[in-house]
């Protein structure tokens, strides 16, 4: 295991009191269990540093959660200054037991700032507490599908005013309607979310609010969880995985992924 997911599962481990109860702290920690969800990270943060040219790049991680993903950007470049925000209140999360998870933030973030010298802090979900133009990156990690649509526009709105002009707004893992893994993981009793975006459906909301597409991939054609059994099997996995978003079977992919560019004159 990579030195700082080890560190951040001591972290988690440390200040989770609820180790027999299914609870925020427990999730993080159930995720960063599976070698295909840890791998995604990587690549993904790998991703956000080759768009790096500047050693006094300012980079926000919105909707930073556990703050993993920041962390892995803060390992991949160790100049850059990372910001990391969460709303106070993820309001798409229904569970009766994440309703102590800004707590559990608080408490795992102190440590991680500590560490890893990254600024961690929650706001109201709608208006980033930074002045205009302030950064060359914002990322958005599997944060899309947790905002409520109504307020999607006013979201991306606020992350264009605190971007640099010319600069990339990243986002990942979004969920499709033609996942295949979310239907079945709902039929399966597992889970799933409850918002979804056509590839078109996605695309347009993101030019109407002025981003410019530079990059956009398909990701995630087999399941990474749960992680006792896809780590038994991580290395075929790991290889149909790499395959198959070359294939027509990459209609079926649960991820859309982007990396786009502020649009000046919008």
Known sequence: MKNEIKLILDTIRTHNKKKDQWSYLTSIEYMLKSKLYVDSLYQDSNKVTSYIS???????????????????????????????????KDKSQKNPNFKDTFNQQKMIWNDFNKIFKINFTHYDGLKIPFSDNTFDI???????????????????????RVLKED???FIFKTPRKLAYTEYLAGFLGLGRHDILYGDFEIKQILFRNHFNLVENWKSNMVFDFPWKIT??????????????PYSPFRLFAHHNNFVLRKNKNG
């Not at 500047?54 to 990372?82: H, M, Q």
């Not at 990322?139 to 992350?159: G, R, W």
């Open 167 to 169: 600069g990339l707004f």
């Open 54 to 88: 500047n050693r006094n790049c300012k980079i926000l991680d919105l909707g930073t959660g556990s703050g993993v993903f920041a962390i892995l950007l803060r390992k991949l470049n160790k100049n850059v200054k990372i910001y990391a925000i969460d709303a106070f």
């Open 138 to 160: 914002v990322t958005a990690y599997a944060v899309i599908e947790h905002i409520e649509p109504k307020i999607l526009d006013k979201v991306f709105s606020d992350i264009k």
């Open 231 to 244: 780590n038994l099997f991580y290395t075929p996995l790991k290889v149909i995985g790499a395959v198959l």
